[in-house]
């Protein structure tokens, strides 16, 4: 006969004598609470133009924008967000597939892809081709590259294609961080050094500046989607048109650096006070086609209100999904002019710090 164990009922085992639960503490802990103020200033809805624009373009069968997900937080996180000035509109669905694998963007996929040279899961480099053409090369018969640094705000006009030399100066001058997460902490010196920014490399990069430009990037990668394919021309055009009625000088030619590699303006003069300016653009793959057209608006640290305060958004980058041509005036007067995050297209941003911003 196999024995019965009897196991000691809750009557004979120990109490625990637990303190009180008073009901409004039991409220509470269970009522939803409000989430914390976002860090900026917000709107809820885009306002409605004053003016004419663009109509909607429409798109192929079973390529329709998603109207019902929610777009907070649909963002990739990233340290830095490398620009590509290509001069072109469109690109094919992989950029570094273009001229056949010899490009810029190839060659840093290479260092921060997966298993690349400078690979750091906590400093996230986005790497993306854009339709600004380059600053025009030093040399006759050099062929150069150019590139924007977000949201570091920097303008390298000359990357020539001779060497990976001045690729890695790149990664090394401006790209890895200042300081590595403290997961690194464990790492030898020899690698810590390796996955760390050096200011030595920068004497081997000539020419570059700060951006003191307000940026529009819109997706326009027809390559990979139709829908962005479509409605990011659209869009560019608006853009351009709202930010020149607002006084902006819309720059549509390649940033010219003069030989003292001081930035110079199509038709400034030396004794004259700068507008402010603006740059719109089509960029390559961001995530979220469904969301189409999607826009990224980077202020830059020097940016003033009209007013001439310091602008709430300045060296920031807000990210905003199904932005239709009657949207453009709204996000051109509250987020480009006062500061103000349109919360109903928002689908994340980041600051200074890098911090990934969410509502």
């Known amino acids: 006969m196999i024995p019965i164990r009897r196991f000691v009922g809750l009557r004979t085992a120990a109490r625990i004598q637990l303190p009180p639960v008073s009901a ?87 260092l921060f892809g997966r298993g690349g040279k400078y690979t750091d899961p906590f400093h996230n480099v986005s790497v993306l081709n854009a339709s600004m053409p380059s600053t025009p090369s030093p040399r006759e018969g050099l062929q150069s590259s150019s590139a924007y640094l977000f949201p570091s705000f920097k303008y390298i006009p000359h990357l020539p294609r001779v060497s990976f030399e001045h690729v890695d100066a790149l990664a090394k001058a401006y790209i890895l961080p200042e300081k590595l997460h403290s997961a690194h902490d464990g790492l030898s010196p020899i690698h810590r050094d390796r996955l760390t920014r050096s200011e030595a490399y920068q004497n081997l990069l000539v020419g570059v500046q700060d951006v003191q430009d307000v940026l529009v990037l819109i997706c326009g990668h027809g390559g990979r989607d139709a829908r962005c394919g479509i409605i990011g021309p659209v869009l560019r055009d608006e853009f351009e048109a709202k ?53 990224i608006v980077y202020i830059p640290p020097t940016m003033k209100t009209p007013a001439g305060e310091k602008h709430p958004l300045a060296g920031h980058g807000i990210w905003y999904g199904r932005v239709e041509p009657q949207n453009v005036e709204g996000l051109v007067a509250e987020t480009v002019m006062k500061g103000n995050v349109v919360a109903e297209k928002f689908r994340g941003g980041i600051d200074s710090q890098r911090r990934i911003l969410r509502i």
């Open 243 to 295: 930010l020149a009625s607002q006084g902006f000088d819309v720059l549509l030619g390649p940033v010219q650096v003069g030989n003292d590699g001081l930035h110079k303006i199509e038709g400034e003069e030396s004794h004259t006070e700068r507008k402010p300016a603006a740059r719109v653009g089509l960029i390559s793959h961001i995530g979220g086609h469904k969301f189409a057209g999607n826009v």
């Open 24 to 110: 409004s503490w039991s409220r509470q802990s269970y009522a939803t609470r409000a989430p914390p103020p976002p860090p900026f200033q917000t709107v809820e809805t885009c306002p409605s133009p004053t003016c004419r624009c663009a109509a909607m373009p429409e798109f192929p069968d079973g390529l329709d924008i998603d109207q019902k997900s929610n777009l907070n937080g649909v963002i990739s996180g990233y340290a830095e967000q490398v620009l590509i000035c290509t001069g072109k509109d469109d690109w094919t669905s992989k950029i570094e597939d273009e001229n056949s694998g010899d490009n810029l963007a190839a060659d840093l996929k290479e």
